[in-house]
Nanobody, 114 residues
């Protein structure tokens, strides 16, 4: 079974914080690099953070120093802590196995007001 369920989004003022969670099926999560992507209205989907099964991380320059990705390999969970949020962080956020499959969950909306 292939499943990705994101949660934790919401409306927050600029400068605030949110913690996103993603529950992944084992078929996606196991030994896979997991990533958080986002898509803002009228823009292409972009990868903002990723983490290998061994714990190595990568961040887009736009979020470096503000966002932190983590994972719980025992629970097949991926998290994204977002601090110092900016209006330009407003988007639908998705988690996905970076190396596949080509499957997307429903995403979770993050809206940052100025």
């Amino acid at each position: 079974q292939v499943q990705l369920v994101e949660s934790g989004g919401g409306l927050v003022q600029a400068g605030g914080s949110l913690r996103l969670s993603c529950a992944a099926s084992a078929s996606i999560f196991s030994r896979n690099t997991m990533g958080w992507y986002r898509q803002a209205p009228g823009k292409q989907r972009e990868l903002v953070a990723s983490m290998t099964s061994g714990g190595s991380t990568n961040y887009a320059d736009s979020v470096k120093g503000r966002f932190t990705i983590s994972r719980d390999n025992a629970k097949n969970m991926v998290y994204l802590v977002m601090n110092s949020l900016k209006p330009e962080d407003t988007a639908v956020y998705y988690c996905k196995g970076v190396r596949g499959p080509d499957y997307w969950g429903q995403g979770t909306q993050v809206t940052v007001s100025s």
